[in-house]
């Protein structure tokens, strides 16, 4: 059973906001979300996780709906280097049982 | 930075050879994954490992098993590999539940062929 939805591919200017949604309608009150990035021919990255408050980082910011049904992560100034899948990720093991579904590709563009 | 290495970037075995995956982690980590990363299928989990001689099936185990025998290297092995198997495989290391880590690392991938 799918825990995430995400659009399969988005494009984004160079230099402008990349926002990526995910729903995740069926999460628990303990489970976290995750961002994971992949890109081409490297393992996944770590980008940022949030239980319910907004997140924010060097990478990243991760806003979180109240009612925690969906979230969607922003990348505030795009670059070429950005591009790759993006894997939402819902789980309750502190990170360690993460299921990958099918991500977002993510193409920025000059 | 942390590393997760793995042994080969690319593998190419015949059917029923015995094939040894191993990865490496240099950051002291207590949990080790591996993970099998196939198009359309995202990446499944396979087998995982909380300390040295433990281990713990994941979601799709049957054909493999780990040997954790140091803290610092996760070996996966198939015992007599066949051509289903041929994938992508990802080794990955994180820190202990207690020091409230989140983050997997992951290293660069082994892609296997299996002919």
């Known amino acids: 059973d799918a825990k995430t939805t995400q659009p399969p591919s988005m494009d984004c200017a160079e230099g402008r906001a990349a926002n990526l949604p995910c729903n995740h309608s069926?999460?628990?009150?303990?489970?976290?979300v995750y961002w994971y990035r992949q890109i081409h021919s490297q393992g996944p990255q770590y980008i940022i996780h949030?239980?319910?408050n907004n997140e924010t980082n060097e990478m990243a910011s991760l806003i979180i709906t109240e009612d925690r049904k969906s979230s969607t992560l922003i990348l505030p100034h795009a670059t070429l280097r950005d591009t790759a899948v993006y894997y939402c990720?819902?789980?309750?093991?502190?990170?360690?049982?993460?299921?990958f579904g099918a991500g977002t590709i993510l193409r920025v563009k000059s | 930075d942390v590393k997760v290495t793995q042994s080969s970037r690319y593998l190419v075995k015949r059917t029923g050879e015995k094939v040894f995956l191993e990865c490496v982690q240099d950051?002291?980590?207590?949990?080790m994954f591996w993970y099998r990363q196939d198009p359309g299928l995202g990446l499944r989990l396979i087998y995982f490992?909380?300390?040295?001689?433990?281990?713990e099936k994941g979601d799709i185990p049957e054909g493999y098993s780990v040997s954790r025998e140091k803290k610092e290297r996760f070996s996966l092995i198939l015992e007599s590999a066949s051509t289903n198997q041929t994938s992508m495989y990802l080794c990955?290391?994180?820190?202990?539940?207690?020091?409230?880590?989140?983050?997997?690392?992951f290293g660069p991938g082994t892609r296997l062929t299996v002919t």
């Open positions: 949030g239980l319910k």
């Open positions: 990955a290391s994180s820190l202990s539940l207690l020091a409230g880590s989140y983050e997997q690392y």
């Open positions: 990720i819902v789980s309750m093991e502190y990170g360690n049982k993460l299921v």
């Open positions: 490992s909380y300390d040295v001689k433990m281990k």
């Open positions: 950051m002291d980590h207590e949990n």
């Open positions: 069926t999460i628990s009150g303990n489970e976290y």
